[in-house]
């Protein structure tokens, strides 16, 4: 199994351009998230899914969307790329239930926006 | 709202020395809390959780509902230990809140 896969693993972008961060997951896990993790800080939520068509918003939501047709994908989009959104981006998923609850974490991406 | 705190950004021990990261919470209910490790060039991974009451590569963390923490503890730290620590709250479904983490270093 690959777990979870994320790509592209660095992307600069200029101000204003849009993108999207895949994430793959090959568990069948029900719970997919998307995290973001700027200099010194720990990790906050962007988005979460439970499931297939059924996403919520996390901490920090603005500037970005996310959609969940297929239990395997969680593509985070970002529409109109800021400076703010400068950061390395973290997709994890989660069986979802009980002792197994742990969340499986992808290698990141790391986003520069100029 | 749920807040998880690590006070250490930085932690630095010499090897075989005893090691403890701090971790403090503040939640209404009954906290689940996990410690997670990324050590270098790897993913974040899960160290250990507290309803586990595990120990795991000699790692011990005891919830201290009293004082509201959750402290990593260690006897004798080695090299491969270090990493970067981040303490966790579980919140909601399934969501995680975590602190700032804290980069161990282990001396030699």
């Known amino acids: 199994n690959a777990g979870v896969t994320q790509t592209p693993k660095f992307r600069i972008l200029k101000i204003g351009q849009s993108m999207t961060l895949q994430c793959t997951q090959d568990?069948?896990?029900?719970?997919m998230y998307w995290y973001r993790q700027d200099p010194g800080m720990g990790l906050k939520l962007i988005y979460y899914?439970?499931?297939?068509?059924?996403?919520d918003k996390g901490e920090v939501p603005n500037g970005y969307n996310v959609s969940r047709s297929t239990t395997e994908d969680f593509p985070l989009r970002l529409e109109l790329a800021a400076p703010s959104q400068t950061s390395v981006y973290f997709c994890?998923?989660?069986?979802?239930?009980?002792?197994?609850?742990?969340?499986?974490f992808g290698p990141g991406t790391r986003l520069t926006v100029l | 709202a749920q807040r998880v705190t690590q006070p250490e950004k930085l932690l630095s021990v010499f090897k075989g020395a005893p090691v403890e990261l701090k971790c403090n919470y503040s939640?209404?209910?009954?906290?689940?809390l996990f410690w997670y490790v990324q050590y270098s060039r790897q993913r974040l991974q899960l160290l250990l959780r507290h309803i586990s009451r595990e120990s795991i590569k000699g790692f011990t963390a005891d919830l201290n509902k009293g004082e509201t923490s959750f402290h990593l503890k260690k006897p004798f730290a080695q090299e491969e230990d270090s990493a970067m620590y981040y303490c966790?709250?579980?919140?909601?479904?399934?969501?995680?809140?975590f602190g700032q983490g804290t980069r161990l270093t282990i001396n030699p």
């Open positions: 966790a709250l579980k919140e909601g479904a399934q969501k995680l809140v």
């Open positions: 568990m069948n896990h029900n719970y």
């Open positions: 939640y209404s209910g009954s906290p689940e």
């Open positions: 994890a998923s989660s069986p979802g239930t009980g002792e197994t609850d742990t969340q499986y």
């Open positions: 899914s439970v499931g297939a068509g059924i996403t």
